[in-house]
Protein backbone atom coordinates (compact mmCIF):
# COMPACT_ATOMS: atom_id res chain seq x y z
CA UNK A 1 0.00 0.00 0.00
CA UNK A 2 1.11 3.30 -0.75
CA UNK A 3 2.37 5.54 2.24
CA UNK A 4 1.72 9.30 2.03
CA UNK A 5 3.59 10.98 5.40
CA UNK A 6 2.49 14.45 6.02
CA UNK A 7 3.27 17.27 8.33
CA UNK A 8 1.06 19.73 10.20
CA UNK A 9 2.38 23.31 10.93
CA UNK A 10 0.34 24.50 13.85
CA UNK A 11 -1.84 22.38 15.93
CA UNK A 12 -4.77 24.77 17.26
CA UNK A 13 -8.51 24.14 16.44
CA UNK A 14 -7.78 23.02 12.95
CA UNK A 15 -4.31 21.63 13.11
CA UNK A 16 -6.16 19.60 16.18
CA UNK A 17 -8.65 18.38 14.07
CA UNK A 18 -6.67 17.24 11.09
CA UNK A 19 -4.24 15.37 13.40
CA UNK A 20 -7.27 13.72 15.13
CA UNK A 21 -9.21 13.17 11.84
CA UNK A 22 -5.96 11.69 10.19
CA UNK A 23 -4.79 9.42 13.20
CA UNK A 24 -8.83 8.43 13.52
CA UNK A 25 -9.85 7.54 10.06
CA UNK A 26 -6.22 6.34 9.22
CA UNK A 27 -7.90 2.93 8.70
CA UNK A 28 -10.58 4.15 6.80
CA UNK A 29 -8.15 5.38 4.29
CA UNK A 30 -6.47 2.03 3.96
CA UNK A 31 -9.86 0.82 3.27
CA UNK A 32 -11.20 3.17 0.63
CA UNK A 33 -8.22 4.99 -0.81
CA UNK A 34 -5.73 2.38 -0.64
CA UNK A 35 -3.26 4.60 1.05
CA UNK A 36 -1.83 4.75 4.50
CA UNK A 37 -1.73 8.61 5.50
CA UNK A 38 1.04 8.61 8.45
CA UNK A 39 1.51 11.79 10.47
CA UNK A 40 5.38 12.30 10.41
CA UNK A 41 5.94 15.61 11.90
CA UNK A 42 3.88 18.18 13.60
CA UNK A 43 5.16 21.52 14.19
CA UNK A 44 3.90 22.76 17.13
CA UNK A 45 5.32 25.69 19.64
CA UNK A 46 3.75 24.43 22.40
CA UNK A 47 4.91 20.99 22.64
CA UNK A 48 2.80 19.85 26.15
CA UNK A 49 -0.49 20.28 23.21
CA UNK A 50 1.46 18.36 21.15
CA UNK A 51 1.75 15.62 23.63
CA UNK A 52 -1.65 16.36 24.45
CA UNK A 53 -3.35 15.20 21.30
CA UNK A 54 -0.88 12.05 21.16
CA UNK A 55 1.37 13.36 19.30
CA UNK A 56 4.98 10.93 19.70
CA UNK A 57 7.64 13.10 21.49
CA UNK A 58 10.29 12.00 17.91
CA UNK A 59 7.61 13.26 15.55
CA UNK A 60 7.77 17.33 17.45
CA UNK A 61 9.87 19.13 14.72
CA UNK A 62 12.20 22.12 16.42
CA UNK A 63 11.67 23.99 12.88
CA UNK A 64 10.72 23.84 9.63
CA UNK A 65 14.02 23.06 7.99
CA UNK A 66 13.97 19.75 10.03
CA UNK A 67 10.58 18.96 8.01
CA UNK A 68 11.77 20.04 4.94
CA UNK A 69 14.68 17.86 5.34
CA UNK A 70 12.36 14.76 6.27
CA UNK A 71 12.49 12.18 3.20
CA UNK A 72 9.15 10.68 4.88
CA UNK A 73 7.24 14.11 4.14
CA UNK A 74 5.62 14.16 1.33
CA UNK A 75 2.58 16.56 1.73
CA UNK A 76 2.57 20.19 4.37
CA UNK A 77 -0.21 20.82 5.76
CA UNK A 78 -0.51 24.51 6.78
CA UNK A 79 -2.97 25.69 9.59
CA UNK A 80 -1.16 28.14 11.52
CA UNK A 81 -2.86 31.26 9.89
CA UNK A 82 -1.72 34.63 9.34
CA UNK A 83 0.91 35.98 6.56
CA UNK A 84 4.17 35.21 8.36
CA UNK A 85 6.01 33.18 9.51
CA UNK A 86 3.00 30.59 7.21
CA UNK A 87 4.44 32.23 3.98
CA UNK A 88 8.20 31.26 4.50
CA UNK A 89 7.17 27.95 6.08
CA UNK A 90 5.07 26.89 3.10
CA UNK A 91 7.89 28.35 0.21
CA UNK A 92 10.30 26.58 1.85
CA UNK A 93 7.92 23.09 1.82
CA UNK A 94 7.05 23.52 -1.99
CA UNK A 95 11.18 24.61 -2.09
CA UNK A 96 11.93 21.10 -0.66
CA UNK A 97 9.64 19.33 -3.39
CA UNK A 98 6.81 18.98 -1.16
CA UNK A 99 3.01 19.23 -2.04
CA UNK A 100 0.79 22.05 0.46
CA UNK A 101 -2.58 21.74 1.41
CA UNK A 102 -3.37 25.09 3.58
CA UNK A 103 -6.32 26.80 4.82
CA UNK A 104 -5.17 29.99 4.87
CA UNK A 105 -7.10 32.82 3.49
CA UNK A 106 -4.91 35.47 4.42
CA UNK A 107 -1.83 34.03 2.83
CA UNK A 108 -3.36 32.41 0.08
CA UNK A 109 -5.31 35.49 -1.11
CA UNK A 110 -2.60 37.69 -0.90
CA UNK A 111 0.35 35.43 -1.94
CA UNK A 112 -1.49 32.74 -4.09
CA UNK A 113 0.98 34.04 -7.32
CA UNK A 114 4.31 33.12 -5.63
CA UNK A 115 2.97 30.22 -3.68
CA UNK A 116 1.55 28.56 -7.27
CA UNK A 117 4.86 29.74 -9.28
CA UNK A 118 7.28 27.62 -6.40
CA UNK A 119 4.47 25.02 -7.14
CA UNK A 120 4.68 25.08 -10.29
CA UNK A 121 8.58 24.83 -10.68
CA UNK A 122 9.14 22.05 -8.19
CA UNK A 123 6.14 19.88 -10.06
CA UNK A 124 4.14 20.08 -6.48
CA UNK A 125 0.67 20.25 -5.27
CA UNK A 126 -0.57 23.14 -4.04
CA UNK A 127 -4.10 22.42 -2.53
CA UNK A 128 -6.85 25.35 -0.36
CA UNK A 129 -10.14 23.77 -0.19
CA UNK A 130 -9.98 24.69 3.32
CA UNK A 131 -9.02 28.05 2.92
CA UNK A 132 -12.74 29.12 1.91
CA UNK A 133 -15.95 28.09 3.74
CA UNK A 134 -14.62 25.44 5.38
CA UNK A 135 -16.16 22.10 5.06
CA UNK A 136 -17.85 23.39 2.43
CA UNK A 137 -16.53 21.97 -1.62
CA UNK A 138 -17.35 25.23 -2.92
CA UNK A 139 -13.09 25.25 -4.61
CA UNK A 140 -12.95 21.95 -5.95
CA UNK A 141 -16.65 22.44 -7.61
CA UNK A 142 -15.51 25.60 -9.22
CA UNK A 143 -12.30 23.82 -10.08
CA UNK A 144 -13.58 20.85 -11.39
CA UNK A 145 -17.27 20.31 -11.63
CA UNK A 146 -18.55 23.62 -12.55
CA UNK A 147 -15.47 24.32 -15.03
CA UNK A 148 -17.70 23.95 -18.21
CA UNK A 149 -19.58 26.56 -17.22
CA UNK A 150 -19.01 29.78 -17.27
CA UNK A 151 -19.95 31.33 -13.96
CA UNK A 152 -22.05 34.35 -14.27
CA UNK A 153 -22.05 35.34 -10.86
CA UNK A 154 -21.91 34.22 -6.92
CA UNK A 155 -22.88 35.39 -3.99
CA UNK A 156 -22.60 34.09 -0.76
CA UNK A 157 -22.60 34.12 2.85
CA UNK A 158 -19.13 33.15 3.81
CA UNK A 159 -18.65 34.37 6.88
CA UNK A 160 -19.80 32.63 10.02
CA UNK A 161 -19.11 35.05 13.21
CA UNK A 162 -20.80 37.89 10.98
CA UNK A 163 -24.26 35.68 9.97
CA UNK A 164 -24.32 34.72 13.94
CA UNK A 165 -24.31 38.28 15.18
CA UNK A 166 -26.67 39.37 12.40
CA UNK A 167 -28.85 35.99 12.80
CA UNK A 168 -29.51 36.98 16.92
CA UNK A 169 -29.97 40.64 15.99
CA UNK A 170 -32.80 39.48 13.67
CA UNK A 171 -34.17 37.02 16.25
CA UNK A 172 -33.51 38.90 19.09
CA UNK A 173 -33.60 42.66 18.36
CA UNK A 174 -30.47 43.07 20.13
CA UNK A 175 -27.70 45.60 19.07
CA UNK A 176 -24.42 44.75 17.32
CA UNK A 177 -22.68 45.44 20.42
CA UNK A 178 -24.51 43.27 22.59
CA UNK A 179 -24.56 40.52 20.62
CA UNK A 180 -21.33 40.65 19.85
CA UNK A 181 -19.50 40.78 23.60
CA UNK A 182 -21.42 37.62 23.65
CA UNK A 183 -20.61 35.75 20.88
CA UNK A 184 -16.98 36.41 22.17
CA UNK A 185 -18.07 35.05 25.59
CA UNK A 186 -19.32 31.82 23.89
CA UNK A 187 -16.22 32.14 21.56
CA UNK A 188 -17.82 32.28 18.20
CA UNK A 189 -16.28 36.16 18.15
CA UNK A 190 -12.84 36.50 18.35
CA UNK A 191 -11.51 38.84 21.59
CA UNK A 192 -10.20 40.98 18.25
CA UNK A 193 -12.92 40.45 15.62
CA UNK A 194 -11.92 43.31 13.16
CA UNK A 195 -11.08 40.39 10.58
CA UNK A 196 -14.89 39.19 10.63
CA UNK A 197 -16.99 42.47 11.22
CA UNK A 198 -15.11 44.70 8.62
CA UNK A 199 -16.04 41.98 6.09
CA UNK A 200 -11.35 41.02 5.43
CA UNK A 201 -12.25 37.67 6.04
CA UNK A 202 -15.06 37.46 3.86
CA UNK A 203 -13.20 39.64 0.79
CA UNK A 204 -10.34 37.19 1.15
CA UNK A 205 -12.29 34.53 0.02
CA UNK A 206 -14.02 36.56 -2.60
CA UNK A 207 -10.90 37.48 -3.82
CA UNK A 208 -9.81 33.67 -4.25
CA UNK A 209 -13.49 31.95 -5.08
CA UNK A 210 -14.01 34.60 -7.86
CA UNK A 211 -10.39 34.46 -9.25
CA UNK A 212 -11.49 30.93 -9.56
CA UNK A 213 -15.04 31.51 -10.93
CA UNK A 214 -14.05 33.93 -13.76
CA UNK A 215 -10.71 32.39 -14.39
CA UNK A 216 -8.75 35.79 -13.91
CA UNK A 217 -6.81 37.46 -11.21
CA UNK A 218 -8.94 39.45 -8.78
CA UNK A 219 -6.72 41.10 -6.31
CA UNK A 220 -7.84 41.72 -2.43
CA UNK A 221 -7.40 45.54 -3.30
CA UNK A 222 -10.48 45.26 -6.05
CA UNK A 223 -12.98 43.99 -3.46
CA UNK A 224 -15.15 47.21 -2.63
CA UNK A 225 -15.96 45.93 1.56
CA UNK A 226 -18.20 47.44 4.15
CA UNK A 227 -18.27 45.12 7.40
CA UNK A 228 -21.55 44.95 10.07
CA UNK A 229 -20.57 47.75 12.68
CA UNK A 230 -22.78 50.05 11.66
CA UNK A 231 -26.18 48.07 11.66
CA UNK A 232 -28.81 48.90 13.90
CA UNK A 233 -31.76 46.83 15.09
CA UNK A 234 -34.39 49.58 13.12
CA UNK A 235 -32.44 48.12 10.14
CA UNK A 236 -33.03 44.92 10.71
CA UNK A 237 -36.57 45.57 11.80
CA UNK A 238 -37.38 48.01 9.20
CA UNK A 239 -35.59 45.10 6.67
CA UNK A 240 -38.59 42.55 7.91
CA UNK A 241 -41.60 44.67 7.83
CA UNK A 242 -40.26 45.56 3.98
CA UNK A 243 -39.90 41.48 3.36
CA UNK A 244 -36.23 41.19 3.43
CA UNK A 245 -33.59 39.65 5.40
CA UNK A 246 -30.09 40.88 6.30
CA UNK A 247 -27.11 39.35 5.47
CA UNK A 248 -23.00 40.16 4.73
CA UNK A 249 -23.00 38.88 1.39
CA UNK A 250 -19.90 38.65 -0.49
CA UNK A 251 -21.52 39.27 -4.40
CA UNK A 252 -19.42 38.78 -7.55
CA UNK A 253 -20.87 39.17 -11.23
CA UNK A 254 -18.91 38.77 -14.80
CA UNK A 255 -21.19 40.68 -17.11
CA UNK A 256 -20.30 42.19 -20.60
CA UNK A 257 -19.61 45.60 -19.26
CA UNK A 258 -16.48 43.81 -16.69
CA UNK A 259 -16.42 42.64 -12.99
CA UNK A 260 -18.12 43.64 -10.01
CA UNK A 261 -16.73 42.14 -6.29
CA UNK A 262 -18.24 43.38 -3.21
CA UNK A 263 -18.65 42.64 0.27
CA UNK A 264 -21.50 44.77 2.27
CA UNK A 265 -23.98 44.19 4.35
CA UNK A 266 -27.29 43.29 2.30
CA UNK A 267 -30.91 42.77 1.89
CA UNK A 268 -32.22 39.83 0.54
CA UNK A 269 -35.90 38.85 -0.12
CA UNK A 270 -37.31 36.48 2.64
CA UNK A 271 -37.75 33.82 -0.19
CA UNK A 272 -34.20 33.55 -1.31
CA UNK A 273 -32.44 30.34 -0.46
CA UNK A 274 -29.55 32.47 1.10
CA UNK A 275 -32.17 34.44 3.76
CA UNK A 276 -32.77 30.33 5.83
CA UNK A 277 -29.23 30.08 5.83
CA UNK A 278 -28.49 31.45 9.11
CA UNK A 279 -26.21 31.30 12.78
CA UNK A 280 -22.70 30.28 12.12
CA UNK A 281 -23.84 28.41 8.51
CA UNK A 282 -21.90 29.46 5.28
CA UNK A 283 -23.57 28.90 1.47
CA UNK A 284 -22.27 29.97 -1.73
CA UNK A 285 -24.71 30.52 -4.09
CA UNK A 286 -23.18 30.04 -8.44
CA UNK A 287 -24.83 30.51 -11.45
CA UNK A 288 -23.62 28.88 -14.11
CA UNK A 289 -24.88 29.74 -17.83
CA UNK A 290 -25.52 26.41 -18.24
CA UNK A 291 -25.56 24.47 -15.05
CA UNK A 292 -28.07 27.16 -13.57
CA UNK A 293 -28.00 27.63 -10.24
CA UNK A 294 -26.33 25.90 -7.49
CA UNK A 295 -26.05 26.28 -3.70
CA UNK A 296 -23.63 24.53 -1.44
CA UNK A 297 -24.85 25.13 2.02
CA UNK A 298 -22.32 23.69 5.26
CA UNK A 299 -19.74 24.80 8.12
CA UNK A 300 -17.99 27.20 7.06
CA UNK A 301 -15.50 26.95 9.94
CA UNK A 302 -14.86 25.14 13.01
CA UNK A 303 -12.37 22.20 13.33
CA UNK A 304 -13.79 19.31 11.99
CA UNK A 305 -15.54 20.89 8.78
CA UNK A 306 -12.27 22.83 7.72
CA UNK A 307 -10.50 19.44 8.76
CA UNK A 308 -12.61 17.41 6.38
CA UNK A 309 -11.61 20.17 3.99
CA UNK A 310 -8.28 19.57 4.71
CA UNK A 311 -7.97 15.77 4.76
CA UNK A 312 -9.62 15.98 1.47
CA UNK A 313 -7.28 17.98 -0.05
CA UNK A 314 -4.43 15.54 1.05
CA UNK A 315 -6.24 12.38 -0.55
CA UNK A 316 -6.59 13.97 -3.85
CA UNK A 317 -3.16 15.12 -3.47
CA UNK A 318 -2.00 11.29 -2.57
CA UNK A 319 -4.04 10.08 -5.53
CA UNK A 320 -3.98 11.95 -8.57
CA UNK A 321 -0.75 11.55 -10.25
CA UNK A 322 -0.78 15.13 -11.85
CA UNK A 323 -1.91 18.40 -10.48
CA UNK A 324 -3.70 21.33 -11.67
CA UNK A 325 -2.89 25.16 -11.24
CA UNK A 326 -4.87 28.25 -11.58
CA UNK A 327 -6.74 28.71 -14.97
CA UNK A 328 -5.71 31.78 -15.63
CA UNK A 329 -2.33 34.38 -15.53
CA UNK A 330 -1.47 34.20 -12.20
CA UNK A 331 0.24 37.71 -11.45
CA UNK A 332 0.27 39.56 -7.62
CA UNK A 333 -1.95 42.36 -9.75
CA UNK A 334 -5.28 41.98 -11.89
CA UNK A 335 -4.77 41.73 -15.77
CA UNK A 336 -4.74 45.42 -17.39
CA UNK A 337 -7.39 44.08 -19.94
CA UNK A 338 -10.01 43.09 -17.29
CA UNK A 339 -12.32 46.02 -16.29
CA UNK A 340 -13.38 46.31 -12.52
CA UNK A 341 -16.91 47.81 -12.13
CA UNK A 342 -16.77 50.24 -9.06
CA UNK A 343 -20.05 52.48 -10.12
CA UNK A 344 -22.60 48.77 -9.70
CA UNK A 345 -26.65 48.64 -10.16
CA UNK A 346 -28.23 47.58 -7.04
CA UNK A 347 -31.52 48.52 -5.48
CA UNK A 348 -31.06 50.58 -2.36
CA UNK A 349 -32.52 51.03 1.00
CA UNK A 350 -31.94 54.42 2.39
CA UNK A 351 -32.93 55.26 5.91
CA UNK A 352 -33.45 59.07 6.61
CA UNK A 353 -33.81 60.98 9.96
CA UNK A 354 -35.92 63.82 8.98
CA UNK A 355 -37.51 66.85 10.55
CA UNK A 356 -41.21 66.62 10.91
CA UNK A 357 -42.35 69.76 9.12
CA UNK A 358 -43.88 70.83 5.51
CA UNK A 359 -41.37 69.94 2.06
CA UNK A 360 -39.18 67.15 3.57
CA UNK A 361 -40.99 64.71 0.80
CA UNK A 362 -40.93 66.86 -2.11
CA UNK A 363 -37.43 68.18 -1.23
CA UNK A 364 -36.01 64.62 -0.90
CA UNK A 365 -37.90 63.32 -3.97
CA UNK A 366 -36.12 66.38 -5.47
CA UNK A 367 -32.95 65.27 -4.69
CA UNK A 368 -33.76 61.70 -5.93
CA UNK A 369 -35.43 62.72 -9.46
CA UNK A 370 -32.06 64.89 -10.15
CA UNK A 371 -29.92 62.04 -9.79
CA UNK A 372 -31.95 60.09 -11.53
CA UNK A 373 -32.83 57.56 -8.58
CA UNK A 374 -36.86 55.88 -8.22
CA UNK A 375 -38.68 54.91 -5.72
CA UNK A 376 -39.96 51.43 -5.43
CA UNK A 377 -41.12 51.78 -1.52
CA UNK A 378 -41.40 53.64 0.74
CA UNK A 379 -42.33 53.75 4.79
CA UNK A 380 -43.14 56.85 6.66
CA UNK A 381 -44.36 56.02 10.32
CA UNK A 382 -44.49 58.05 13.17
CA UNK A 383 -41.64 56.52 15.46
CA UNK A 384 -43.92 58.16 18.93
CA UNK A 385 -41.31 60.23 19.81
CA UNK A 386 -42.44 63.79 19.34
CA UNK A 387 -39.21 64.73 18.97
CA UNK A 388 -39.80 66.57 15.74
CA UNK A 389 -38.22 63.63 13.90
CA UNK A 390 -39.39 60.98 11.94
CA UNK A 391 -37.88 59.03 10.44
CA UNK A 392 -37.85 57.79 6.55
CA UNK A 393 -37.08 54.51 4.89
CA UNK A 394 -36.83 54.58 0.77
CA UNK A 395 -36.11 51.33 -1.58
CA UNK A 396 -35.24 52.48 -4.76
CA UNK A 397 -35.45 50.64 -8.26
CA UNK A 398 -31.94 49.22 -9.24
CA UNK A 399 -29.97 52.52 -9.58
CA UNK A 400 -26.22 53.34 -9.67
CA UNK A 401 -23.76 53.55 -6.68
CA UNK A 402 -22.30 56.25 -7.54
CA UNK A 403 -25.69 57.91 -8.28
CA UNK A 404 -26.87 57.15 -4.89
CA UNK A 405 -23.99 58.39 -3.03
CA UNK A 406 -24.35 61.71 -4.44
CA UNK A 407 -27.97 62.13 -3.38
CA UNK A 408 -26.37 61.17 0.29
CA UNK A 409 -24.16 64.02 0.47
CA UNK A 410 -26.90 66.02 -0.91
CA UNK A 411 -29.39 65.27 1.52
CA UNK A 412 -26.65 65.48 3.99
CA UNK A 413 -25.67 68.78 2.97
CA UNK A 414 -29.75 69.95 3.48
CA UNK A 415 -29.50 68.63 7.35
CA UNK A 416 -32.29 71.25 8.25
CA UNK A 417 -34.36 69.00 6.55
CA UNK A 418 -33.10 65.32 6.96
CA UNK A 419 -30.08 63.21 7.83
CA UNK A 420 -29.38 59.82 5.86
CA UNK A 421 -28.73 57.20 8.51
CA UNK A 422 -28.27 54.35 7.11
CA UNK A 423 -27.56 53.27 3.03
CA UNK A 424 -27.81 49.46 2.08
CA UNK A 425 -27.63 47.92 -0.87
CA UNK A 426 -30.75 44.80 -1.88
CA UNK A 427 -31.09 42.31 -4.13
CA UNK A 428 -34.29 42.26 -5.68
N1 LIG B 1 -13.58 33.56 11.07
C1 LIG B 1 -14.18 32.87 9.99
C2 LIG B 1 -15.69 32.95 10.08
C3 LIG B 1 -13.83 31.41 9.94
O1 LIG B 1 -16.23 33.51 11.03
O2 LIG B 1 -16.33 32.46 9.17
C4 LIG B 1 -12.60 31.16 9.20
O3 LIG B 1 -12.56 31.82 7.97
Known amino acids: MKKVGVAILGLGVVGGGTYKMLTEHREFYQQTQEIDIVVENVLERDKQKALALGVQESKIASNIAEICSNPDVDIVIEVMGGVEPARTFVLSALNAGKSVVTSNKELFC ?48 INGTTNYILTKMTDEGASYEEVLKDAQKLGYAEANPTADVEGYDAAYKLSILSSLAFHTKIPFGKIHREGITKITPADIQYGKQLGYVLKLLAIGKNTEDGIEVRVHPTYIKKSHPLASVNDSYNAVYIT ?63 RLDAHDKTGVLAKVSSIFSRHNISVAQMIQEDDGKEDGHVPLVFITHMTKEKSVMKAVDDINATSEIAEVVSVIRVVS
Open 288 to 350: GDCVEDVMLYGRGAGAMPTASAIVGDVIYCATHPTFRYSTFKNTAEADPAVKFIDNFKSAYYI
Open 110 to 157: KYNHELEKAARKNNCGLFYEASCVGGVPVIRALLDNLQGNKVLSMMGI
